[in-house]
T-cell receptor, first 116, second 112 residues
Framework: GAVVSQHPSWVICKSGTSVKIECRSL??????MFWYRQFPKQSLMLMAT?????????EQGVEKDKFLINHASLTLSTLTVTSAHPEDSSFYIC????????????FGPGTRLTVT | QKEVEQNSGPLSVPEGAIASLNCTYS??????FFWYRQYSGKSPELIMF????GDKEDGRFTAQLNKASQYVSLLIRDSQPSDSATYLC????????????FGSGTRLSIRP
């Protein structure tokens, strides 16, 4: 299957600072990538769809000014959590479809964010 | 009604038995269906996808799709302790605006 990487795998930051998370498709091009957030013992929550060359599409209730998404190239999308607060502490996961009729999604390994 | 519904479990199955995981969906326009496995603290891993009615087998895993009943299932034969995880059912269709819609997941526990 396709490989998606994320960096960093975990990060601790102080309240009020910003954190950038990178998502890369390693062996395929992705015009679309997805960003999810997952709290403990809960399912994935789609935050936004990242579109190469255009603005991201945010899900209802997700603050676009707080969670900045940039899809700089066909293999890289970044999520920046601005002015992070403890309630932003979560597991952030990106995914990318390899394409084709089946629309298989491949997930990155995730980034554990802890805001102190 | 949720778009994708799964029993949250936990579902406990003895080692070596067949584990049966079920999922129903509300959108008849859904095209493709996926089963992901997620271990605690890890990201989801694609196990199988299916888009035609019937069964699809891959090793110990069999996915079953019945579009008329809007039902998709995953069977795990010869269950192993390493199969203990949360299994996420997901779907994609033209009406879902190119997004994968996930169910809330079923926790499966294989007891030795």
């Amino acid at each position: 299957g396709a490989v998606v990487s994320q960096h960093p795998s975990w990060v601790i930051c102080k309240s009020g600072t910003s954190v950038k998370i990178e998502c890369r498709s390693l062996d395929f091009q992705a015009t679309t990538m997805f960003w999810y957030r997952q709290f403990p013992k809960q399912s994935l929550m789609l935050m936004a769809t990242s579109n190469e060359g255009s603005k991201a599409t945010y899900e209802q209730g997700v603050e676009k000014d707080k969670f900045l998404i940039n899809h700089a190239s066909l293999t890289l999308s970044t999520l920046t959590v601005t002015s992070a607060h403890p309630e932003d502490s979560s597991f952030y996961i990106c995914s990318a479809p390899e394409g084709g009729a089946s629309y298989e999604q491949y997930f990155g390994p995730g980034t554990r964010l802890t805001v102190t | 009604q949720k778009e994708v519904e799964q029993n949250s479990g936990p579902l406990s199955v003895p080692e070596g038995a067949i584990a049966s995981l079920n999922c129903t969906y509300s959108d008849r326009g859904s095209q493709s269906f996926f089963w992901y496995r997620q271990y605690s603290g890890k990201s989801p891993e694609l196990i199988m996808f299916i888009y035609s009615n019937g069964d699809k087998e891959d090793g110990r895993f069999t996915a079953q799709l019945n579009k008329a009943s809007q039902y998709v299932s995953l069977l795990i034969r010869d269950s192993q302790p390493s199969d203990s995880a949360t299994y996420l059912c997901a779907l994609w269709g033209y009406s879902s605006a190119s997004k994968i819609i996930f169910g809330s997941g079923t926790r499966l526990s294989i007891r030795p």
